[in-house]
């Protein structure tokens, strides 16, 4: 190639990724004159080395890409973030041309990119390839890893119980295998889908069990940032209801502290007994009420109980789920 570009048949594009030379990459394309007579005295031979040191660069440049590769991917490297937008329709090529471990690896990294870009249906159709192309190797882990991909797109799609089913399937195979990073990873994502469907409690089980799995590996990175996102629903939430449901989640049962039905009961209270107390529950249900980032049912039953302890004791419960509607009836209804 460099003979070639030397003698001025190549068009040559010098893209420096890091001080080495090993990290240059040189983008070698024939002049569009010169297209057609290099495609009609192409001989077989020299076409089949041309495509595989094709692949080969572009399953280079990909693994480079991705974001767990040393450096950081392109999260970390803008330059590496350009050139793989402009290389898209290539790395695709080269994604379609293998169906061996090493083009379902290649359709995995490409589809990270696809996704990073915003082509979703894209990076979905790599991955299916992928997962099949891993089913018939039977390569477990790979199937765990590109299931977790896919659960991650369908969850951006708006479909969460596609989502989770898929990360139900991906956690499985992990356990399966034993392998404890794999899990936490899986978790952490499950964890933020039930959150935002506004299942707290299991949402924060999920988390709480890729914490403590990352903490046992000492991953102290991937912990940290769990433990992050975690202090970012215990702010959104409230203290109170949060460390309730945090000690729910670690006993798998009913929260001892404060769970939704105690929080109704306890509401109802304050608001007869009137005082200190009803300030105190007010300022509880005025908090969630207000917390944009709060589960959904949480900040309709902080706007039920704020209208109680204001007095209204025959709230409206339509947006409440059916069990704490229930609570609410009773706790009105007790003596």
Request: with cysteine.
């Amino acid at each position: 190639l460099h003979r070639l570009w030397d003698r001025g048949l190549l068009e040559r594009e010098t893209v420096p990724l890091g001080a080495r030379v090993e990290e240059t990459l040189y983008f070698y394309s024939v002049h569009p004159a010169l297209a057609p007579f290099a495609r009609e005295r192409l001989t077989p031979e020299a076409r089949a080395q041309a495509e595989e040191g094709f692949f080969r660069a572009m399953r280079w440049l990909a693994a480079m890409c991705w974001p767990m590769s040393e450096g950081g991917g392109v999260y970390a490297n803008p330059v590496l973030a350009l050139l793989a937008s402009r290389t898209l329709p290539d790395l695709r090529r080269a994604a379609g041309m293998r169906g061996d471990a090493a083009g379902s690896l290649l359709r995995y990294h490409v589809g990270f990119l696809l996704r990073h870009f915003g082509d979703l249906e894209g990076a979905m159709e790599l991955y299916r390839e992928s997962l099949a192309i891993l089913q018939a190797l039977g390569d477990r882990q790979g199937r765990a890893a590109t299931l977790h991909e896919m659960a991650g797109i369908l969850a951006l799609r708006g479909d969460p119980e596609g989502a989770m089913e898929l990360y139900r399937e991906s956690l499985a195979i992990w356990e399966a295998l034993g392998d404890r990073q794999g899990q936490a990873a899986t978790l952490a994502m499950m964890g933020q889908v039930l959150l935002a469907q506004g299942q707290a409690l299991e949402g924060i089980r999920a988390l709480r069990q890729a914490l403590e799995i990352l903490v046992g590996m000492g991953a102290r990175a991937d912990a940290e940032q769990v433990a992050g996102f975690l202090s970012q629903i215990r702010q959104a939430l409230g203290a109170a209801i949060f460390d309730a449901l945090w000690e729910a989640a670690g006993g798998g049962g009913e929260a001892r502290a404060l769970s939704p039905e105690e929080w109704i009961r306890e509401s109802v209270r304050a608001a007869r007994a009137g005082g200190p107390a009803r300030e105190e529950w007010r300022a509880l249900a005025e908090g969630m009420a207000g917390a944009a980032s709060a589960p959904q049912e949480l900040r309709a039953l902080a706007r039920v109980l704020l209208g109680i302890l204001d007095g209204n004791f025959r709230p409206d419960l339509s947006e409440l789920p059916e069990e704490w509607a229930g609570w609410v009836r009773q706790a009105l209804a007790a003596p």
